[in-house]
Structure formats: structure tokens, C-alpha cells
């Protein structure tokens, strides 16, 4: 995986997560503040759009990360970096505003008390079959997508996977890891384009969101692959970008209950219950949380460092570290 690939997996999950969370932004919004075709392009298109490419580029990733190891050490590094950080989070919600059952937790059967954990369950259950997905990948490709192409238009829902979105874009990154299609040279701008075409067009033209299959089969997967063309020309001029992808997933943990307290703030400051000013908050505030989880995801990281080298563990590794320097056992 070259350096400009590596560089746009992590700017494109740090754009998706940051407009993922606009679906999810509800504040109180002032008489007359409506923004129908603002909230369509960020919020629809470009929010809804990015489920998909993170489903993506999950299933492009575990195949090698199931291939380095063992089949239940895999399951269980994957357990405690999605379902354990989804209860956790999850307990915060329902001790903040209650819960009403055992989905608000785990989300079994249902979604989870903060709606957008249960990606995580899902991803989780999609890693957990992704032996599978590539052992019937590369015995029959095609087969095996028509069989997720049929549960992704039919949106078939099951207990096991609540999403059928996830299961056609998780089996279509493991399908472009085993198939992977070339892209004509210069692909980017014409991706780039599409992408704001159908946003516009989403906005203009609202009654063409209510086909099912121009959703499903244009939307969606255009909205993704511009979001990666942005993420690769960002990559190759901005690659500092990539930095940024640590920070992203405690944003995207935190970011229901950020938005809570934001949005509690606002409804107290009336002096700024005024069209123009909900706009400004409404636009910002997603970039305003990921700073604060930003901020204090280093504050933590910090503050565990402080702690693990007050511990003797780490003072005799540096003690070691300094013999071996010196050349003294």
C-alpha cells in the first residue's frame, strides 16, 4: 500500500465521519431558519454518502488485517475496537438520558441508544464473516455480487445484519481487494464532478430521492467514489491531512452527546436564536466538537503517558535502553 493510498484511507475516513455527523445534528432550530437545500447536499448526500465508503474501505482493510493472524485473535482485536468502545459509549447516553431496554446497549435486534453505534455492530458482524466474503470471492466473484447486490435493492433486513447498505459496500471492498479495477488516468475530476452534480441535483430535484434504486444504485455509490477522489487529490497536496484520522474515531464515538450539550447551550443563549446565527452553528458544529474530542482524546493520551512513566516498568526499560546505549549489561 503506497503512501498517497495509505494517506487517503485516512483523510476520507476523517471527511465521511465529519459529515456522517451532520444526519445527526438536531439543534432547536429558530422560525424561519430552514435551509432545505443546504440540509440535503451536506447533511443527505454528502452525510449519508459516507456510510458507504467507510463500509467500503473497512472490507478493502480486514482482508489483509484477517490474513496476518488468526481467526479468533482478529475477532477479538476487532471486538475491542468496536463493540466494547460502542457499550461504552452507549452506557454514557443511557446514564445521561436513560434507556429503555438491552438494544439501547449492545443493539442486538435494534439500534443502539446513540443510533450511530450500531455501524459498529454491524461492521463488527461484517468482520466477523470476512472469511467467508473472501473465500466466495475469489471462488465466484460474480456470484457473490449478485447475491449482495439482491439484499442491498431488496433491503432485506435481518437480525444479524440491521443494514443491508453495510453488507453490499463491507463485501464490495473485499470484492475490490481480490478484483481490484483499474481507474483511467485523471478518473478524479470527472469523480469530483459527478459528486457535486448529483448533490446539486439532489437539492434542485428533491423528488428524485424518493426512487429507491436511483438512491441505491447512482447516489450512493457516485457520492462514495467522489468522496475517495477528494480524499486522493487532498492526500497527494494536503497529505498532512492524514493526521487528523487519530482523532476521528473518538469524534465519531462522542459526537452524539457533544452535539447535545452544544446544542443545550444554544437553546439557553436566545440572543442567537436568529436564522444567521443557527446557519453559522449549525454549519460549525460539527468542526467545533471534533476540536473538543480532539483536544481531549490528547489530554488523555497524555495524562496515561504521565502516568505509565511514573510507573518503575518505564524507568527500568529506560534505564535499559541507557546501558545499552553506553554498552554497559
Not at 272 to 282: D, M, Q, S
Request: charged share 15%; proline share 5%; hydrophobic share 55%.
Amino acid at each position: 500500500m503506497d503512501n498517497n493510498f495509505s494517506d487517503a484511507i485516512r483523510i476520507s475516513r476523517v471527511f465521511c465521519i465529519l459529515f456522517m455527523s451532520y444526519v445527526h445534528l438536531h439543534i432547536l432550530e429558530p422560525a424561519g431558519a430552514e435551509h432545505d437545500a443546504l440540509t440535503e447536499i451536506v447533511s443527505d448526500t454528502l452525510g449519508r454518502s459516507s456510510v458507504p465508503l467507510l463500509s467500503v474501505i473497512s472490507g478493502y482493510l480486514m482482508v489483509s488485517f484477517f490474513s496476518r493472524r488468526s481467526y479468533l485473535d482478529a475477532l477479538g482485536k476487532r471486538f475491542r475496537s468496536l463493540i466494547v468502545p460502542m457499550i461504552i459509549w452507549n452506557g454514557i447516553a443511557i446514564a445521561l438520558w436513560g434507556g429503555s431496554g438491552i438494544n439501547d446497549l449492545l443493539a442486538l435486534t435494534g439500534s443502539s441508544k446513540l443510533i450511530y453505534l450500531t455501524f459498529l455492530r454491524d461492521i463488527f458482524v461484517m468482520s466477523a464473516l470476512t472469511p467467508l466474503l473472501l473465500g466466495a470471492a475469489r471462488r465466484s466473484p460474480l456470484l457473490l455480487m449478485g447475491a449482495i447486490t439482491t439484499i442491498y435493492l431488496a433491503d432485506l433486513k435481518t437480525v444479524l445484519i440491521l443494514r443491508p447498505q453495510i453488507v453490499f459496500f463491507y463485501t464490495a471492498g473485499v470484492l475490490l481487494h481480490v478484483c481490484p479495477i483499474p481507474l483511467r488516468r485523471n478518473w478524479a475530476g470527472p469523480a469530483i464532478a459527478a459528486l457535486a452534480l448529483i448533490s446539486v441535483a439532489s437539492a434542485v430535484w428533491p423528488t428524485m430521492n424518493d426512487s429507491h434504486y436511483f438512491d441505491a444504485l447512482i447516489k450512493r455509490p457516485a457520492a462514495s467514489l467522489g468522496f475517495w477522489a477528494l480524499a486522493m487529490v487532498s492526500g497527494r497536496h494536503l497529505p498532512a491531512l492524514a493526521r487528523l484520522d487519530r482523532h476521528a474515531f473518538p469524534f465519531f464515538l462522542s459526537h452524539g452527546v457533544l452535539f447535545h450539550i452544544l446544542g443545550a447551550l444554544y437553546h439557553r443563549a436566545e440572543v442567537l436564536h436568529f436564522p444567521a446565527a443557527y446557519l453559522i452553528l449549525w454549519l460549525s458544529a460539527p468542526w467545533i466538537c471534533f476540536l473538543v474530542a480532539a483536544a481531549t482524546s490528547c489530554a488523555l493520551e497524555r495524562a496515561r503517558l504521565a502516568v505509565a512513566g511514573s510507573g518503575p516498568g518505564l524507568n527500568l526499560a529506560a534505564l535499559a535502553k541507557s546501558r545499552r546505549r553506553t554498552g554497559r549489561l
